[in-house]
């Protein structure tokens, strides 16, 4: 095969070779010629969408939602600039995307030319890893690699700036089977040794727990972890990424831990003896003040891909280095054959103290309201979906509240930006997730302030008839704000009123959706109905919601995961 | 590291983004022109400089770090001075160059221009000896260091 290329066409046949089915992106000078060539093709879908931050967040949410690699593609200056937030959003989470960006011609870069911006040097904090192609020759390598790093190791944001006359210049084009990076070898296999000393300790634990994270999800072990802390009888908490890791109807799943988990699974986080952290890492949310938390006496396990996520915040006793599969698998096999030597009756009195902590019931809300409960309307959607849909979340208390009330049983369904806490994905990631899962039933959390920050989303949604569910817990308030200057600020509620609010149903309308404004707590779940009967539509619920309430149990900044607030 | 443009400011920046900090870094291509090697100063607890290590590891142009202070090693830096050098100056800063075993590489009759290799304390001292007011320019490369004995840090 000696015919000759263009950069631009190599590009697409790169994102073929891939098996990219769509990507999701915005033109511009820079990029003219590969929108060219993508024009000309139709292996390959691109969305067109209406802010570069959202190309990279529908991206992130077709990546989280599927096992795959999301793709998009930006122009040059404003376009990278805007594409940012959403890359950092999903650097925080580890979602394995590949950004590609276009720049401006080789000869003018560093001339302050029209549209032209350090794209390498603004994203490189916030990307894994990412490449400037200054040789046409070097291309299909460059984007080979850039597939290869995201999905790898732990996963990430890869982004390729590829210069305007990158993609005019001709070569020969053959696409690398293999790569070979000698500088990039993520571990796979976790150390057997160390594997054998965990199920030591596992086997002598009178208090255990296990607590795992996104890592489960991204590495899609939660079907190993669910069989493993089964057999073990085990407690299990997830984080707010992990949600999903572990069925949060098995009766072994103490709810979320956390500045809002549950009084139980942060007790029992706290008081264990035996915790075993699987593909977490430990953060400032989760396990509060690390010396609080370093107070009681326990031994941890932790196993993780990412060797810098071990003893980086807590000090853990057995680290294990390795894909987080790989090694679950080991372990059960090992803990299989020696079963009989675990301490059950102690596991009995455990168990009996961890219901003692149920009982506490903290996330119980006052259900004669007659104002519409924000949690009644999560349990709604819960119930109207029975439990299948695809929830995708913007940030603050609505983003909680369905993180407490929505009981995901599977992996991937929860959708949400934990790391960066990233106003404005809970839109775009629902499309990302529309496209990956078609036929599937897609909400968006949301709140009347996140919702305003990618609102011009609902035109892509119109062009490409993606019947999303929003749900909008409208508070008037930037809800999570509010709480914290209720809470430590004195009542003094400064900039969180959120004034001037659209009439969300007549913005819906205007572009070619159905709104639903629903006030009384009695219409909730008929509301809920009709949307989902309504499967090719997009329908914007507006659920008015009590202005006062407060996400209950809170552990303050800096305090310790047992000093929580109750309600 | 792999000797690519951009390598250099991936350190630099987890460095400064991580609130790491540098005392020192000096770097140049190897034998193998496919190679740099990187010699960073640091100072941290043991938990600070192991995530620092994590952390080096996990750029993806990073091939290989090892904690020289771990083992056995040497060090070595180069600085480049000048100094005023005049009247009976002029012996007395030689004398104290031969002390030092440096060598003085550019003479005017206003100034010497000294070269001296050594341990980075070393340096300090000889700055230390010298009548700070004659200084007039110093210029360092920061350390460069290698295990002692035949062990080797090979790709
Ligand atoms: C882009 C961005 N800006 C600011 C914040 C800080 N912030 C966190 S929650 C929040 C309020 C969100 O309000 P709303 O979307 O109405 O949700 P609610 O808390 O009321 O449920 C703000 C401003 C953020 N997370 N992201």
Redesign the interface.
């Known amino acids: 095969m000696s015919e000759e290329l263009t950069g631009a066409e190599i590009t697409i046949r790169c994102l073929q070779e891939e098996d990219v089915e769509c990507i999701f992106g915005y033109p511009g000078g820079a990029v003219l010629f590969i929108y060219d060539e993508l024009f000309k093709q139709d292996k390959v879908k691109h969305i067109l969408v209406r802010h570069e931050q959202a190309a990279v967040h529908a991206a992130d949410g077709y990546a989280r939602s599927s096992q795959k690699v999301g793709v998009a593609l930006v122009t040059s200056g404003p376009g990278v600039t805007n594409a940012v937030t959403g890359i950092a959003t999903a650097y925080m989470d580890s979602i394995p995307l590949v950004v590609i960006s276009g720049q401006v011609p080789t000869n003018a870069i560093g001339l302050d030319a029209f549209q032209e911006v350090d794209t390498v040097g603004i994203t490189r904090p916030c990307v894994k890893h990412n490449l400037l192609v200054s040789d046409v020759n070097e291309l299909a390598t460059t984007i080979k690699k850039a597939f290869y790093i995201a999905a790898t190791g732990r996963p990430g944001p890869v982004l390729v700036d590829i210069p305007k006359d990158v993609t005019q210049q001709k070569i020969v084009f053959e696409y690398p089977e293999k790569l070979s990076m000698r500088s990039y070898n993520p571990v796979i296999r976790g150390n057997s040794k160390q594997i054998k000393k965990a199920v030591d300790l596992i086997l002598s634990a009178k208090r255990p727990v296990v607590y795992s994270g996104g890592g489960v999800i991204l590495s899609d072990a939660a079907k190993l972890l669910t069989d493993l802390t089964r057999m073990l009888g085990f407690p299990c908490t997830n984080t707010l990424m992990g949600l999903g890791g572990f069925p949060a109807t098995d009766k072994h799943f103490v709810g979320m831990l956390g500045m809002h988990g549950t009084y139980e699974a942060n007790m029992a986080m706290q008081y264990c003896d035996v915790l075993i952290a699987v593909g977490a890492r430990f953060d400032d949310r989760v396990i509060g003040n690390p010396k609080h938390f370093s107070n009681e006496n326990r031994k941890i396990i932790h196993i993780d891909i990412d060797p810098s996520s071990i003893s980086k915040r807590v000090k853990v006793d057995i680290p294990i280095v390795g894909n987080v599969p790989d090694v679950l698998k080991e372990l059960t096999k090992l803990l299989k054959q020696r079963q009989d030597e675990m301490d059950e009756k102690a596991l009995d009195e455990w168990w009996k103290q961890i219901d003692l902590w149920r009982e506490r019931d903290c996330l119980k809300f006052n259900r004669e309201s007659d104002i519409i409960k924000p949690q009644l309307v999560v349990e709604k959607l819960y119930d109207v979906t029975k439990g299948e849909a695809f929830v995708t979340s913007d940030v603050g208390q609505h983003q909680m509240w369905a993180a407490q009330f929505y009981k995901f049983d599977k992996p991937r369904r929860w959708i949400n930006s934990g790391g960066l806490g990233t106003m404005g994905f809970g839109l775009p990631a629902a499309m990302g997730v529309m496209f990956a899962n078609p036929k599937s039933k897609v909400a968006c959390i949301t709140g009347e302030a996140s919702i305003q920050m990618c609102i011009q989303e609902l035109s892509t949604c119109k062009q490409y008839r993606l019947p999303i569910k929003i749900v909008n817990l409208n508070n008037r308030y930037m809800g999570m704000v509010r709480q914290w200057q209720e809470f430590f600020h004195g009542n003094r509620y400064a900039e969180s009123y959120m004034d001037a609010l659209p009439d969300f149903i007549k913005l819906a309308e205007s572009y070619g959706h159905v709104g639903i404004r629903v006030e009384r707590p009695e219409d909730v779940e008929g509301a809920l109905q009709e949307a989902f009967k309504l499967k090719d539509q997009l329908v914007f619920l507006d659920f008015i919601t009590d202005q006062t309430e407060n996400v209950f149990p809170m552990v303050p900044g800096g305090k310790g995961l047992s000093e929580m607030i109750l309600v | ?2 000797n690519e ?2 390598a250099l ?2 350190v630099a ?1 987890l460095f400064s ?1 991580r609130g790491y900090n540098i005392e020192s870094l000096s770097v140049a291509p190897t034998e193998d022109a496919t190679l740099s090697r990187m010699t960073l100063v640091t100072s941290g607890s043991d ?1 600070v400089i ?2 620092v290590t ?2 080096l ?2 750029l ?4 290989k770090v090892i904690d020289l202070s771990d083992g056995n090693h040497i060090e070595r830096e180069l600085m480049l001075v000048k100094v005023r050098a005049v009247g009976a100056d002029r012996d007395e800063i030689k004398r104290l160059v031969d002390i030092f075993r440096g060598c003085i590489i550019d003479v005017t009759d206003k100034s010497y221009t000294i070269e001296l290799t050594g341990t980075s304390s070393k340096l300090d001292a000889f700055i230390g000896a010298v009548d700070s007011s004659t200084v007039l320019e110093t210029v360092r490369t920061g350390a460069s260091g290698i295990g002692r004995g035949d062990w080797t840090l090979k ?1």
């Open positions: 590291m792999e443009a951009g400011s991936r920046g983004a938990e192991e995530q994590k952390q590891n996990k993806i142009e990073v091939v790709v």
